[in-house]
Each structure stands twice: as C-alpha cells, then as structure tokens.
C-alpha cells in the first residue's frame, strides 16, 4: 500500500515538473517552436513518462491553459466579491481584470499560436469550447444581473453575450501591440458604447 502510495507521490512530482518546464519553455519558446525533445530535456524525462502523464504536446499545452483559465476564475470570483455597486461597475471591472490578465500573460503569444493551430483530435475542440463557455457564463452571469439592477434591459442575454464576448476579444487581439494603459482605455470605451446600446 505504501509502495504504492509513493508511485503515486513520484508520478505526481513528474507530472508537476513537466507541466512548469513546458510552461516556461511554451513562454520563451512559443507553441510551434518547442518541441517534444526540447521539453523532454529539459524535464530530464523519458518520452514514455510524458505519454503516461499526456496524449501529446497539444494536450500538455491544452492543460496548462485550462490550469491557467480556472486561475483566472477564481480570481475574478474573488475580485468580484469587491464592492461593485451594479452590473455596469461589474463589467467594467470585468474588462480591467482581462486587460491585466492578458497583458501579464506569458503563454499569449503562444496561446495565439495554439489556437490557430489545426487540431486533429475532436477532444481538444471540445475541451477548447468549455473553456469558451466558462468565459461566456462569466459574462452572461453580469448581463443577467443588470437585468435584474435596472442597469439596462437585455431580451436575449446568449446573443448578447456573444457580442460583447467577441468585442472584448477582438480587442484583445488588434491592441496586443498596445501599452496596458492603451488597451485598458479601448476597453472601457468599447464597455462605454456597449452600455449605451443596451439601456
């Protein structure tokens, strides 16, 4: 029982380390240019410790993004615990939390790549659109509030969170040349117009 109990304590610290090695290689590196061997070396590991542990270097990624993303909604639950008087302060706290997480996220170039990337495995898709509907549901949760508020009055909240969720996306993407203070100002204007067109 105890010998069994360490195999499971090892293969665990192994897969810790495999995990923090490909992160910060992923970081340095990007997604398509670390390879399999690199990660391997530098984890000091067998290739069959890192197929026990993942199906593939998309998956290895796969999984640090979805550690990453659950980070993030943790945080944003805390965060939204502050005293937000309303839906409109929540959403524009919202959009300030993003602009902070991507700005000091260092797999968002790499990220980038992986998401353009041809997926060849349906799970992937899958797993890539939960954690899409994990975002969708943080902001749907706002709009359905400031229905309830009085913040604005919105009939259809998944159409609606669709379009904010791709503005607020979109931005994300044509300002990741921009400074923080650039990208936080296009933000709390697209959270500005978007308002207006809602109330």
């Known amino acids: 029982m105890g010998t069994m109990r360490n195999k499971t304590a090892a293969s665990e610290k192994t897969k810790t380390r495999l995990i923090n090695v490909a992160r910060d290689l992923f970081a340095k590196k990007g997604y398509s240019e670390t390879s399999i061997r690199d990660i391997l070396t530098a984890a000091n590991i067998s290739k069959g410790n890192l197929y026990h542990h993942f199906k593939g270097k998309e998956f290895l990624f796969l999984h640090i993004i979805e550690e990453d993303n659950q980070e993030w ?10 005293d937000y008087k309303n839906a409109i ?28 990337s041809a997926f060849s495995s349906q799970e992937v898709v899958e797993r890539l659109n939960k954690i899409d509907d994990q975002y969708y549901e943080m902001v749907a949760s706002i709009l359905e509030e400031g229905n309830y508020d009085g913040s604005w009055t919105i009939h259809n909240i998944e159409m609606t969170t669709k379009i904010l ?19 936080q100002e296009l933000h709390r204007q697209a959270i500005s117009i978007f308002i207006k067109g809602v109330r």
Do not use: C, R
């Open 73 to 82: 909604i943790n945080q944003w639950e805390d965060q939204k615990q502050q």
């Open 165 to 183: 969720s791709s503005l607020l996306y979109g931005l994300d993407i044509s300002s990741k040349d921009s400074t923080k203070q650039q990208k």
């Open 89 to 116: 302060e929540k959403l524009y706290g919202l959009a300030e939390f993003m602009v902070k997480v991507s700005f000091h996220y260092p797999l968002f170039h790499a990220s980038e790549e992986f998401f353009l």
